[in-house]
């Protein structure tokens, strides 16, 4: 399975793509990052990041997305523009019917290391062993994307087991309550009957 | 001008257009609300967004685009969703080259109530007052993205001549500033000679 990882950010967007293969082999098939100059309207910096992400699309042809979910960060306008720049690289792939999964900093650094509080240098260390690579990509959001294509090849199938258990455990809740409802209509008016004399 | 104003929202986002007159005229070309499921995947809640501000841009072709700008909300996911709402909002008026200004939400109510801190009920108000509408836009949203066009319409004026004077200032500026420098070369040589007995 080939899966593309984003590092979304209006100045840098870390671009990754990372092929699955038996077991937790991986392998890199291309890094990169888009930028967009600081000083241009915001839905032009968005459209140059949405342009590059469909090229990248189109040229690799993932079978899933997994982009970075941001929760909170100091600076607010930050965080909002890397929500707008994750929200359009989403988009882009929903227009290619691609599941899109949005993985947090803590577990692709978890999935990556085995550790949730690693720093930056021990992700971007582990991507390079893990796929063999002899140069360090730079800059660090093109191994932040990496360490999501990572994170997501090896966290899905557990994710989507994980999922299908909880489906069927919610059935079985249901049809126990559906059992437990018709039960109680059918001892309800035995009991009225013995209560009225 | 025709202004399509958006209040941008996963679950309703509101869509206005408005069309300016003279002076403060304004008249309502249309208005409603986009709604996407709250139990569906991110990617395609944007999909379903972004799908129906395109047709509506198709529709109505507006020369702008307004859309609300979030700083921060009490719930930081709900702030990220609003984010990402707008982002391919401005995405979609993008790739028409239409341009796309953010504006606050006080400044949407002291331009429509003449308060930076109206309440909803008033900006409602103002806005039936403003485009003789007889029934109430609902839901609030609707109301928010008629009062955000409106906005546009007679901040953008005055913001397009507020920048050109900007720009003007910074040329005076900088050409004042070489010529400081032409003068600092000129007379540097004459001063150093003069402490040079």
Redesign the interface.
């Known amino acids: 399975m080939r899966v593309l990882g984003v590092d979304p950010g209006l100045t840098r967007c870390g671009l990754g793509v990372v092929d699955g293969g038996k077991g937790r082999a991986v392998r890199c098939v291309a890094v990169g990052v888009v930028r967009t100059p600081a000083d241009a309207?915001?839905?032009?910096r968005?459209?140059g990041i949405?342009d590059e992400v469909e090229s990248w699309l189109d040229k690799y042809r993932p079978a899933a997305v997994a982009v970075e979910r941001?929760?909170?960060q100091h600076n607010?306008r930050t965080?909002?523009g890397t929500?707008?720049?994750?929200?359009?690289v989403?988009?882009a792939?929903?227009?290619r019917n691609l599941?899109?999964v949005?993985h947090t900093p803590s577990e692709v650094k978890a999935a990556v290391t085995g550790s949730g509080r690693a720093d930056k240098a021990q992700v971007t260390g582990m991507v390079m062993r893990l796929l063999n690579l002899e140069v360090k990509p730079h800059p660090a959001d093109a191994a932040d994307a990496l360490a999501l294509a990572i994170c997501h090849l090896w966290r899905e199938p557990m994710r989507q087991r994980l999922a299908e258990a909880e489906a069927r455990a919610a059935e079985i809740a249901r049809v126990h309550k559906a059992r437990l409802a018709a039960a109680a209509k059918n001892t309800g008016p035995k009991k009225n009957t013995g209560v009225a004399r």
């Open positions: 309207e915001l839905s032009r968005l459209l949405s941001v929760f909170a607010v965080a909002m929500a707008q720049a994750g929200g359009v989403a988009l792939a929903a227009r599941p899109v949005f």
